[in-house]
């Protein structure tokens, strides 16, 4: 209890504070409740006060469970926590299936949280690769139980996170960025005559857009006389129940992937000839005029195309090609190689990329092994 000048106890005032960490004063102490005792911590006494009550009001309603099981606590900070943040409902469906397939067939969710330790997180780990799970996946994994403990501890449910010491899983072997080269462009391209959607390779190739992005778009979104594609949806997922979710059109998931890109003279070309095919085929079916909220890429059931078909379109063209078929996103890794090898700016390809930081434009500047073995003739012009 906090004294005054000559003493004698008195009652707290908001700004008080009793306990000393790493140089920073807070107030904390243990309150009980129902479900068991909580250490809470504020910046000061009135801000524990709050902490407090919102605490006891919590306890009431069966929310705070500081003796329950690791599942009970989880599956409560999925849909009061994780559920109610600005996240998509791809994201929050990513969320709900690692703990359906990756973290619930696991005996760890039968713990108390108070009595799991460190050692209990690992032996987790070491059970879920003896199943197959890779580091990587585990990473993952890793990071969203990592932010359960973050909460839950910081909130005072458990006395010391028990993910603290655990070591960070290494993922080795970073995937190289791998490009069409310009022979397999020529080759890809080549096999495009004659296919309904020859447009679309030419876009995903002169464009650097994403998948999703070309699957989301609608005629309105190009606009010729500018030589200009807006990127302003692109497919999403829409949560249907826990870790499922269903195809819909959504917005950018940062504000980078809001963009203009500019087209080439080619790609236009391209893009009028996609365009007046497409009229005809609707004109044929008696559909009328093409709209701006008209799917550029449609099945010949006049359905939008999505991701997936694009990859079994790609598949095909490959075969046809005599190319290695890689995934549909090479058509984006050449594009922004292309841009990066040409001498653009990195700023000015960040943008057009859509990406959120600087970093991941970055990992496109490499240098090849074949040039950095060149380097040892240029040395030996000093001597």
């Known amino acids: 209890m906090a004294k005054d000048k000559d003493g004698a106890p008195r009652r707290p005032k908001n700004s008080d504070t009793n306990y000393t960490t790493n140089g920073s004063r807070y107030w904390q102490e243990w309150v009980p409740l129902a479900s068991g005792r909580k250490l809470i911590r504020g910046k000061n006494h009135g801000e524990w006060k709050r902490k407090r009550d919102d605490a006891i009001r919590l306890d009431a309603l069966g929310i705070v469970i500081t003796d329950s099981k690791f599942e009970d606590a989880f599956k409560v900070w999925m849909k009061a926590i994780v559920s109610n943040r600005p996240i998509k409902d791809s994201t929050l469906c990513q969320y709900e299936r690692q703990w359906l397939h990756d973290i619930k067939p696991d005996k760890i969710i039968g713990y108390k949280l108070h009595e799991i330790k460190t050692i209990d997180i690992q032996q987790f780990i070491d059970r879920r690769k003896a199943k197959g799970a890779s580091d990587s996946k585990m990473l993952q994994v890793m990071k969203l139980m990592g932010s359960f403990f973050r909460y839950i501890h910081e909130e005072g449910y458990i006395r010391r996170n028990p993910m603290t010491k655990v070591p960070k899983i290494k993922v080795y072997g970073k995937k190289k960025i791998v490009v069409f080269s310009d022979d397999e462009i020529k080759r890809l391209l080549g096999a495009t005559e004659g296919n309904r959607l020859k447009f679309l390779f030419y876009l995903a190739l002169g464009s650097g857009a994403r998948d ?153 500047v490499h240098v090849e092994d074949d040039r950095i073995k060149k380097t040892g003739l240029s040395i030996e012009k000093i001597f």
């Open 212 to 364: 999703g992005e070309l699957s989301a778009l609608n005629h309105g979104a190009i606009d010729v006389e500018s030589g200009t594609m807006h990127v302003t949806t692109t497919a999403t997922v829409e949560r249907v129940s826990e870790g499922k979710g269903a195809y819909a059109i959504g917005t950018p998931k940062t504000e980078e992937g809001f963009r203009d890109i500019p087209l080439s003279k080619t790609v236009l070309r391209e893009y009028r000839m996609h365009r007046a095919r497409q009229q005809e085929e609707y004109l044929a079916g008696g559909r009328g005029k093409l709209a701006a909220d008209t799917p550029v890429f449609e099945t010949t059931r006049r359905t939008r195309i999505r991701t997936a078909g694009f990859r079994h379109l790609l598949i095909k063209l490959c075969e046809a090609a005599d190319v290695t078929y890689r995934k549909f996103h090479t058509f984006r890794d050449t594009y922004i190689t292309k841009l990066v090898q040409d001498g653009e700016p990195i700023a000015v390809v960040q943008k057009l990329a859509g990406h959120a930081s600087i970093e991941q434009t970055m990992e496109y």
